[in-house]
Nanobody, 115 residues
Framework: QVQLVESGGGLVQPGGSLRLSCAAS????????MGWYRQAPGKQREWVAS???????SYAGSAKDRFTISRDGAKNTVYLQMSSLKPEDTAIYYC?????????WGQGTQVTVSS
């Protein structure tokens, strides 16, 4: 099982920025895919962005042009840089990894966008 620890959540005003971090317990290059998901109150968890072991990135429509997923192999960490945040971005953000068909999840970090 891969241990994933998220950090960086908090309260931010609309239009603001926030960077989330996800530290993995193993080399992220040994993971097929790492991604960010979010779950707002009363809603299902939804995919936000992902990055493959080769560095290919993908984004949900709601995240495109506002969010950027990146990684630091030396720190075994994946980041989600979020900008132009909106109240509808309020959710618990979860980091996820896939390795050999097995998916693991972090504990989540709360992001609240409010004035």
């Amino acid at each position: 099982q891969v241990q994933l620890v998220e950090s960086g959540g908090g309260l931010v005003q609309p239009g603001g920025s926030l960077r989330l971090s996800c530290a993995a317990s193993i080399s992220i290059f040994n993971l097929n895919v790492m991604g960010w998901y979010r779950q707002a109150p009363g809603k299902q968890r939804e995919w936000v962005a992902s990055i493959t072991s080769s560095g290919t990135t993908s984004y949900a429509g709601s995240a495109k042009d506002r969010f950027t997923i990146s990684r630091d192999g030396a720190k075994n960490t994946v980041y989600l840089q979020m900008s132009s945040l909106k109240p509808e971005d309020t959710a618990i953000y979860y980091c996820s990894s896939v390795r050999s068909g097995t998916r693991d999840w972090g504990q989540g970090t709360q992001v609240t966008v409010s004035s």
